[in-house]
């Protein structure tokens, strides 16, 4: 499961939008992963642990809106060096584009978490349906959704600049 740590942050960090609850939530999800880790029938390893780092992440959510608390992620505050390693912040920085950032974190959990799956983890839409067990359709909805969210969030933000 180790290959797939970064992968499980990516999503934790995305779905929590806080790197320090990030961390604590794949702690928890590899802690689950290995207590569970018999009834694991083989096959696609990413595809298990991330519907675990998923499950912890709605949990945590669940409690945390309950409790009226709800963590706000700045890149600006939990920026550090580290994370110029880290594929998706490289791909983030490099476009230079913090709407992007901003559009996908406004995104609701349901399509924040296909977008990151789809696109930054370059998981395939089988995979997807599986991590949340969720129908293929449901899985493609959703995409098809985030991105028209990000593309009108987007063309605002543009609009926006240009006034």
């Known amino acids: 499961m180790l290959p797939h740590l ?13 790197d320090h609850d990030a961390e604590d ?10 207590r569970f880790f018999p009834a694991f029938q083989g096959g696609d ?13 709605f949990t945590w959510l669940r409690r945390s809106k309950e409790r009226g608390v709800m963590a706000v992620f700045d ?9 110029a390693a880290d594929p998706e912040v490289t791909l983030v920085q490099a476009a ?3 709407p992007v950032r901003d559009c996908l974190e406004a995104l609701p959990p349901e399509y924040r978490e296909v977008m990151v799956m789809r696109e930054l983890e370059d998981l395939s839409y ?7 067990s969720t ?6 909805s959703r995409l098809s ?3 028209k969210r990000m593309e009108a969030c987007l063309r605002l933000r543009r609009a926006g600049s240009k006034a």
């Open 6 to 18: 970064n992968a499980a942050y990516n999503l934790a960090r995305w779905m929590c939008r806080n």
């Open 25 to 34: 939530l794949v702690q928890e999800s590899f802690l689950r992963a290995y």
């Open 45 to 57: 390893g990413r595809g298990w642990l991330l519907t675990i780092v998923r499950n912890t992440c």
């Open 75 to 83: 890149e600006r505050i939990h920026d550090s060096a580290a994370d």
């Open 96 to 98: 230079g584009n913090a």
């Open 126 to 132: 089988k995979e997807i349906a599986e991590a949340i």
């Open 135 to 140: 129908p293929l359709g449901t899985v493609m």
């Open 145 to 147: 959704r985030a991105r």
